[in-house]
């Protein structure tokens, strides 16, 4: 400490940042193991030329306090969480996520399916349009690809592509086929699918057909809301445990039931603010790189 006190007051260290998380001379284990006097003082001393962090509100009236300073001399940047590591995301899965946008948006909905009629995908961008229209962020990610081998099916997602445009959705609606390192032609492995469950808020499945649609268990398992028609999964299985969407329901109904969910649970609204103000990413670029940059911080 006395070091770097030196090579600051020297002019040799520039921009330094002092993050305060506990102060000896407060903490209760601690202060028997301080003494009044030099090098202990520097603990209890503000230096100019540092920048004071402390991890919340609190810590900052109790280091002022300590100093004997204004707490305006000091900044607050709470603390964040390796989102990587809790959400055990691979480099590739990480990646792919950062592509997609996701953790910057408000409200993230999976279709673990792949891209054919059956899937209902037009009313899914439908669903996206109006989410758009009520001013919320969206992601909505369709992870599987379709057919390369079946012409008709290709046709099909050039048509989608094109009732995507016209919709405006090109940003909200996103396919992982198209958005690869390379671009187009990107093809997931499970283990992927599973990370972008675990990012996600909710399951869309507006499936006009399944044989059974196992994405409902899976769903389950990461303990997300599944919102979809009643097929056998959804009307055996979930019943009263998820969202049914009516035949008769229109993609405004539908998105509206989504948003209020989302807006009412408190573990979404949780879920969304942490992902989007407290990984560590966020917080440094955000928070700690423009300290770094500037040379009037302090």
């Known amino acids: 400490t006395a070091a770097l006190i030196r090579l600051v007051q020297q002019g040799d260290l520039?921009?330094?940042?002092?993050?305060?998380?506990?102060?000896?001379?407060?903490?209760?284990?601690?202060?028997?193991?301080?003494?009044?006097?030099?090098?202990?003082?520097?603990?209890?001393?503000?230096?100019?030329?540092?920048?004071?962090?402390?991890?919340s509100e609190s810590r900052r009236a109790?280091?002022?306090?300590?100093?004997?300073?204004?707490?305006?001399?000091?900044?607050?940047?709470?603390?964040?969480?390796?989102?990587?590591?809790?959400?055990?995301?691979?480099?590739?899965?990480?990646?792919?996520?950062?592509?997609?946008?996701?953790?910057?948006?408000?409200?993230?909905?999976?279709?673990?399916?792949?891209?054919?009629?059956?899937?209902?995908?037009e009313f899914a961008l439908r669903v996206a349009a109006a989410i758009k229209k009520r001013g919320t962020k969206l992601r909505m990610i369709l992870t599987g690809p379709p057919d390369p081998h079946d012409v008709q099916r290709l046709g099909y997602y050039e048509s989608i592509k094109d009732l995507r445009q016209s919709l405006g959705v090109e940003t909200e609606m996103r396919f992982v086929y198209e958005s690869g390192p390379k671009g187009e032609g990107y093809i997931i492995d499970s283990d992927i699918v599973a990370e972008l469950y675990r990012v996600s808020d909710a399951i869309l499945m507006p499936s006009l057909r399944e044989g059974f649609g196992i994405p409902v268990l899976e769903a389950g398992l990461v303990s997300i809301p599944v919102f979809s028609t009643a097929f056998p999964a959804a009307a055996e299985i979930g019943k009263e445990d998820l969202f049914l969407i009516a035949e008769e329901e229109s993609p405004e109904e539908t998105a509206s039931r989504i948003l209020a969910w989302a807006e009412n649970d408190p573990r979404q609204r949780?879920?969304?603010?942490?992902?989007?103000?407290?990984?560590?990413?966020?917080?440094?670029?955000?928070d700690i790189q423009p300290l770094l940059d500037d040379d009037n911080s302090r």
């Open 270 to 286: 949780l879920r969304r603010r942490v992902r989007q103000e407290y990984t560590w990413k966020k917080i440094f670029e955000q």
């Open 14 to 55: 520039r921009n330094s940042i002092a993050w305060c998380h506990d102060f000896s001379w407060t903490s209760p284990n601690s202060r028997k193991k301080v003494f009044p006097g030099y090098p202990w003082d520097l603990l209890r001393t503000y230096v100019p030329g540092i920048t004071y962090i402390t991890v």
């Open 62 to 121: 109790e280091l002022a306090d300590l100093f004997q300073i204004s707490d305006d001399l000091i900044r607050v940047i709470y603390n964040g969480v390796n989102a990587k590591q809790i959400l055990c995301l691979s480099e590739a899965g990480s990646d792919l996520i950062e592509r997609l946008g996701i953790f910057e948006s408000d409200l993230a909905l999976l279709m673990p399916v792949r891209l054919t009629r059956a899937k209902n995908v």
